[in-house]
């Protein structure tokens, strides 16, 4: 893949909203920076004289870069070698290797969510898992290209993967099996009762075109009978800008889904229904859009958007709270900066960096059996060091958990896996459209 096809195409690995620069002008460096910059030369000078051995150019130039975007938020980088190499395979949609979401966090590597099916989900790894160490190595403060390297490897070789789960008093070790990941960012089935079920694994291209598809093959399952749809976002970290809006567009007719403003006149974009697709296709149906907190950046455009517009009902859990848009703007043929330039906005006007999009029906993943430990560890947006603050302020209960019990949400895991329940939230939201009359959800979202 040539770099200006990758420059218009969506980060898998680094859940954000996507979208590329075609000009990106050099800033004038502002006369008063030039004591800075005296220093900046000072302290290379130093180094090429007095450091304890010879150091390359290139190592001092990469980590003048890497300082500089280490100041601003944490989802601003420099790409370049095997990091755009990294992009490119996962942009292909395939790899030999374990099927994670990664970032690295205090020198460890942490799960964003493990890609459904693949081997590190039927392993059992989870969002919010640190890896520690690889067959016995400990891969703490190792670069997390390093550490991706690592775990890509032919299919059917193994790895042992030490993992420290928030919640858990001790280690431990999980064997994995490398196969080839084929990533399939749609997914779906139809459930009992003609509820359509399409999972959104992340928005890479042509997710909204996927998801018209789904949708069309439901309908033949169910001969033209469908009751009701869950769309599911959950642990799905972003993507595409432009297929959120697709994704949007396929259920709403009219207004907003989302907007972004900058600080560049050119970052100030609104993006309205009816411009990729025309009409509803399920109008009158009623929806559900399940999240949690590993839905972030382009899902909760998604969420956001049909909730605005009372097209859907939200379920499940607060989502990530990513707000912000990161441009890709190229610098040469074989590097590129993906720099933060604009904060997004659903229909009402609502930022969700920090706070994310509040569920409408809050419901827990009651399957989950280290549920309650891992709550208290679970990290959103508002946790990363250097994050974008929300502009408009949030009061402290924007961000907490509600921690009051439901007295409908008791049974324990043990329990929904004594009646066959495997996924909770999911089991809820069919539950709820089975007991949903079709007319009576059209008319209150009209």
């Known amino acids: 893949m040539k770099f200006a096809a990758l420059a218009r195409s969506a980060a898998l690995v680094t859940a954000v909203a996507l979208i590329p620069a075609t000009t990106a002008g050099l800033a004038q460096v502002d006369g008063r920076a030039g004591p800075e910059f005296a220093k900046v030369i000072a302290v290379y000078q130093r180094i090429k004289a007095s450091y304890v051995e010879p150091v ?41 290797g374990l099927g994670l979401s990664v970032v690295a966090e205090d020198g460890a590597v942490k799960v964003i969510s493990p890609f459904r099916g693949s081997p590190a989900d039927k392993a059992g790894i989870k969002a919010g898992d640190f890896i520690t160490h690889l067959d016995g190595r400990l891969i703490v403060n190792q670069t997390l290209d390093e550490s991706v390297a690592q775990m890509r ?24 099996t490398r196969g080839v990941i084929e990533l399939e960012p749609v997914t779906w089935e139809l459930e009992d009762g003609n509820i359509g079920h399409i999972m959104i694994n992340e928005f890479s291209r042509d997710v909204g075109s996927d998801v018209f598809s789904a949708w069309e093959d439901l309908k033949s399952k169910a001969a033209g009978r469908l ?43 609104a993006y309205n229904a009816e411009t990729m697709f025309r009409g509803d296709i399920a ?36 989502s990530f709270g990513k707000g912000s848009v990161q441009s890709l703007l190229p610098l040469g043929r074989d590097a590129a900066l993906k720099l933060t330039t604009a904060r997004y906005y659903t229909p009402s006007g609502h930022s969700v960096q920090e706070g994310g999009i509040k569920p409408d029906i809050a ?9 309650a430990k891992r709550a208290r560890f679970q990290m959103r947006e508002s946790d990363l060091r250097g994050h974008l ?16 019990e439901d007295p409908r949400f008791q049974q324990t ?30 008319a209150r979202a009209k």
């Open 56 to 96: 390359e150019d290139d190592v001092l130039m990469r980590g003048m870069i890497d300082g500089m975007l280490a100041a601003l938020d944490p989802h601003s980088a420099y790409l370049d070698g095997s990091d755009l190499q990294r992009l490119e395979t996962m942009i292909d949609g395939n790899y030999s």
């Open 389 to 404: 603050i929300n502009e408009i302020g949030l009061d402290d209960d924007a961000v907490e958990k509600d921690s009051r």
């Open 283 to 318: 109008e009158g149906l009623p929806i559900v859009v399940l999240i949690d907190a590993g839905s972030a950046s382009a899902s909760e455009i998604v969420a956001g958007a049909l909730q605005d517009h009372r097209r859907a009902v939200v379920m499940g859990e607060r």
């Open 227 to 269: 009751n009701g749809l869950v769309l599911d976002l959950r642990s799905n970290p972003g993507g595409s800008l432009d297929e959120a809006v697709a994704l949007s567009d396929l259920f709403l007719t009219e207004g907003r889904i989302v907007s972004q403003r900058g600080r560049a006149r050119g970052e100030n974009i």
């Open 153 to 176: 490897g032919r299919e059917g070789t193994a790895i042992r993967l030490t993992i420290f789960r928030p919640g858990r008093d001790e280690p431990f070790d999980v064997t994995v």
């Open 363 to 371: 419901v827990p993943q009651l399957s989950d059996p280290d549920l």
């Open 413 to 442: 895991a043990d329990e929904l896996k004594a009646k066959g329940i495997e996924d909770f939230q999911l089991h809820y939201a069919l539950e709820t459209l089975r007991r949903t009359s079709p007319k009576s959800i059209a």
